[in-house]
């Protein structure tokens, strides 16, 4: 028997076999993948019969300093937008069933005191419930735990809490529900940057940021408060989205920029941060969001699906390429003057 070792290859009479580990999930490229990795180690001297296993090990990364971790959630993500009504709830939870369908576990708390619109964009109501009456059972749908303000009080009751009562309430929500081994829990953020988005952002263990605008001046102003909010908190921007883009008349195919033109592009190379994608203005992501089945679940091999999970992906090799957490392995040192 012949066995050579060739860069990881370990090659027994013309067969090869070996592994690849991704840090994000990637189902959708993985055909794709293992096409050209085939097709380069067939291009080898010998190789005769190739494969390839392709293996998805997403780990924990760091998050502010001080702030508690989540147990069973490895990476949080916050979608946030500075100006209300851009798409920010609509982005999170077609972000969250793209990152699903990808193949990751995921979450998706609604933090949106002033419109929690994941009951309905999720297809899914009721109480959540509790074995203990200490923690809550996340609801699930489409494959991704949901919870939501929205499921324990009445949304006019939740708008007028202040705003410490708003962050503890969220907080709970957050902490006291049983996410069941999250790869990524995504954040439908309040909207805006006052003090309920800017005490969350200090409060809860995030990974990152991804900010949601439109090409519109006033979005994209807020939008810049936005990322300013989550730099002075140490938290890293992911990326930037541009949502209702373009509108394509569905009749004549028409193209106009409604919001105007390249606008959250241009923010992201100000802001030196990554530009993650456009979404059009289409009737379809507002029908599907409302029908409680979002575009990605509604028709997951459409153009649209292909932007989100395009996103999706961007967001997860961004978070996969950032420090792992080792806060678990190391002690805090804290270095105080000699009396
Ligand atoms: N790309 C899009 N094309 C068409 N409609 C969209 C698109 N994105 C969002 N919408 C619709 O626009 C409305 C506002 O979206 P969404 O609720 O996601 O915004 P938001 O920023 O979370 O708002 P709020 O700040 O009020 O929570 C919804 O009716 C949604 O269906």
Redesign the pocket.
């Known amino acids: 028997m012949t066995t050579r070792q060739l860069k990881g290859l370990r090659v027994d009479d013309g067969d090869v076999a070996f592994e690849v580990e991704l840090g994000y999930p990637a189902r959708s490229q993985e055909p794709a993948l293992r096409k050209a990795l085939v097709a380069a180690a067939r291009a080898v001297p010998g190789v005769e019969n190739v494969s390839v296993q392709i293996v998805t090990r997403i780990t924990a990364h760091a998050v502010q300093r001080g702030v508690p971790l989540l147990p069973r959630v490895k990476n949080i993500v916050a979608v946030a ?1 500075g100006k ?8 999170a939870v077609n972000l969250a069933l793209a990152l699903a369908a990808e193949g990751a576990s995921v979450g998706l708390l609604d933090a ?1 005191i ?2 929690p ?1 994941q009951p309905t964009m999720m297809g899914v109501q009721g109480r959540p419930q509790s074995h203990d009456g200490q923690t809550m059972e996340p609801l699930e749908n489409h494959g991704v735990q949901v919870i939501s303000i929205g499921f324990l009080v009445e949304p006019d009751q939740a708008m007028i809490w202040r705003g410490p009562m708003a962050t503890q309430a969220l907080e709970q929500l957050l902490r006291q529900t049983n996410w069941r081994d999250l790869d990524y829990l995504i954040i ?1 953020m309040p ?1 805006g940057t006052g003090d309920i988005a800017l005490t969350l952002s200090q409060r809860v263990p995030l990974t990152g940021a991804v900010i ?1 605008t439109t090409p519109q001046d006033i979005a994209l102003l807020d939008a810049r408060k936005g990322i300013r909010m989550f730099e002075k908190v140490g938290v890293p921007i992911l990326g930037v989205v541009e ?2 883009s373009v509108h394509v008349c569905p009749n004549c195919g028409h193209v106009e920029h409604i919001f105007g033109e390249g606008g959250g592009r241009r923010m992201a190379a100000d802001f030196g941060v990554d530009d993650l994608g456009a ?5 379809s ?2 029908l599907q ?2 029908s409680g089945t979002p575009t990605v679940a509604a028709e997951p091999d459409g153009e649209i699906a292909a932007r989100y999970k395009a996103v999706a992906r961007q967001v997860a090799v961004k978070i996969a390429q950032r420090a792992k957490d080792y806060s678990s392995k190391f002690p805090t040192i804290t270095v105080s003057k000699g009396t």
């Open positions: 937008s209300g009504g851009v798409g920010k709830s609509t982005t949106d002033y419109g619109s439908d909207p949601v949502n209702m979404l059009p203005l289409n009737l992501i507002r969001a409302d």
